[in-house]
Nanobody, 121 residues
């Protein structure tokens, strides 16, 4: 499988910006869809932004226009640029890549360990 490592979280004030990174242990993003998820305390994990292997991005309504997902295949990295941050964006952010280890194998969701984003005035 693959190891995913998120970084870039932190504490920012409302209106601030952060860029999260998801680094894969090998080259996978050009051949697999991926997603950035977040989980706030007491809430279910939700998909925030997705990026297909072909480079098409999609966003949940609450972040559209503020967040941008992108990738650098040479660095095995997917980014989530977050601007105009709001207190409700506070959560642990995870990247996920669903993959099939073999043709007959079921899809396995590969998750990173998460990075904390706190938006607080």
């Amino acid at each position: 499988q693959v190891q995913l490592t998120e970084s870039g979280g932190g504490l920012v004030k409302p209106g601030g910006s952060l860029t999260l990174s998801c680094v894969a242990s090998r080259s996978i993003f050009s051949r697999n869809n991926m997603g950035w998820y977040r989980q706030a305390p007491g809430k279910q994990r939700e998909l925030v932004a997705g990026l297909t292997s072909g480079g098409t991005a999609n966003y949940v309504d609450s972040v559209r226009g503020r967040f941008t997902i992108s990738r650098d295949n040479m660095k095995n990295t997917v980014y989530l640029q977050m601007t105009g941050l709001k207190p409700e964006d506070t959560a642990v952010y995870y990247c996920k890549v669903p993959m099939k280890p073999c043709i007959e194998c079921p899809i396995i969701d590969n998750w990173g360990q998460g990075t904390q984003v706190t938006v607080l005035s």
